[in-house]
């Protein structure tokens, strides 16, 4: 009896959704009275299966082969497919990031079993596992099971709350790798330039929309941002005005954010806007309209001119934060 998490690798390390869901996971399997374990695929990977077991897997399912050194849909998937029928786990979770959603799915299909995906939150009842997932644009929330086995789902990042690491062991158990031919492979990496913090991993995200008026009036929100160590974000107006990137967009067509802190500058919260980001701890809405909708959803509204208040926080930030 198991629960396992597929762990999520890049540049030598795992991404901290892998950790949360894990963190998530030491609490289930405690629960359940099953175990934790994790699968990690790749190549040259075998040194961060500690880091698994330092957030609660006591096992670690290593698959690590040339022909995973790229992430592939079909190769990934044929592995933990044939790896699940296999050992016959009671759950299998995947961070809801690029990775997770595009494999998943492929997973659940081979494997022929139901999934969810975009979970906000996990509980046991009796030894089922009961799972809440936005719907709706994050209007509302649905409570569901998985009827067959074993239980998939996505998790979405920086919701679960991270364990401390312990110092702990796994076992390690090696995969053998014996993909049939793929058709599709990876050819080509192209990293986002600039070191700022990921969008859907940033702890914090200052986020610019149509009331910034122009591409260049975004360099206060970057300001403020790398005070704070945020990433920057926008709403789609701006995305379709050609100002900032797609891969900026936060909303239902654009990337679903859970960070800490998110800062709305001249965003007005239109629903499609929400349903990325409406998950945030805390949120901080600056708008000169005080009718605006996004104070609806705000822990902290300022009803100011952004142009006037950004430079004044980032001013602020420095001092506190000494920097
Ligand atoms: C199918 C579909 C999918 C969509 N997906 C997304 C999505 O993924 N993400 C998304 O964001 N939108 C999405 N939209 C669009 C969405 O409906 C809104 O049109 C969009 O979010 C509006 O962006 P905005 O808040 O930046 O602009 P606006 O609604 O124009 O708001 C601008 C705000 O800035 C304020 N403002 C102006 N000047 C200042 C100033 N100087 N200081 C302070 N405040 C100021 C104004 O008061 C206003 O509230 C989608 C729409 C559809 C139909």
């Known amino acids: 009896m198991a629960i396992w998490v597929v762990a999520e690798q890049q540049d030598g390390?795992?991404?901290?959704?892998?950790?949360?869901?894990?963190?998530?996971g030491q609490e289930l399997a405690e629960e359940l009275g099953v175990e934790l374990e994790a699968v990690l695929l790749g190549e040259g990977v075998a040194d961060l299966a500690d880091t698994l077991a330092?957030?609660?897997?006591?096992k670690v399912y290593l698959a690590d082969d040339e022909q995973l050194a790229d992430y592939s849909t079909e190769a990934y998937s044929q592995v933990i497919a044939e790896l699940i029928e296999d050992k016959e786990p009671d759950a299998v979770f995947f961070g809801h990031t690029a990775f997770g959603k595009d494999l998943a799915p492929r997973v659940a299909q081979k494997v022929e079993t139901g999934m969810l995906s975009d979970i906000t939150a996990v509980e046991v009842d009796g030894d089922e596992l009961i799972f809440t997932?936005?719907?709706y644009a994050?209007?509302?929330?649905?409570?569901?099971k998985v009827l067959s086995s074993p239980v998939m789902a996505t998790f979405r990042p920086n919701v679960q709350e991270l364990a401390e690491p312990q110092e702990a062991s796994a076992s390690v158990e090696e995969v053998d790798v014996d993909i049939d031919e793929v058709r599709a492979k990876v050819t080509d990496v192209r990293k986002q330039s600039g070191g700022r913090v990921l969008l859907t991993e940033a702890d914090i995200i200052v986020s610019g929309g149509r009331g910034m008026k122009g591409p260049e009036n975004y360099k206060i929100l970057e300001e403020l941002a790398d005070v704070?160590?945020?990433?920057?974000?926008?709403?789609?107006?701006?995305?379709?005005?050609?100002?900032r990137p797609h891969s900026d967009q936060v909303g239902q067509t654009g990337k679903t954010v859970s960070p800490n802190l998110y800062i709305a500058c001249g965003i007005s919260g239109a629903i499609q806007h929400l349903a990325g980001m409406s998950s945030s701890k805390y949120?901080?809405?600056i708008n000169k309209d005080e009718e605006a909708n996004i104070f609806n959803v705000a822990d902290y509204g300022i009803v100011n001119d952004l142009?006037?208040?950004v430079p004044v926080m980032t001013e602020e930030?420095?001092?506190?934060?000494d920097k």
């Open 317 to 321: 930030f420095k001092k506190v934060l």
């Open 283 to 285: 949120i901080v809405a």
């Open 138 to 144: 994050g209007k509302a929330f649905t409570k569901s």
């Open 133 to 135: 997932r936005p719907i």
């Open 228 to 243: 704070l160590g945020a990433a920057v974000g926008a709403s789609r107006a701006a995305v379709d005005a050609g100002w």
């Open 54 to 58: 330092a957030y609660g897997a006591s």
């Open 307 to 309: 142009f006037k208040v």
């Open 13 to 24: 390390e795992i991404k901290k959704v892998s950790l949360e869901i894990l963190s998530k």
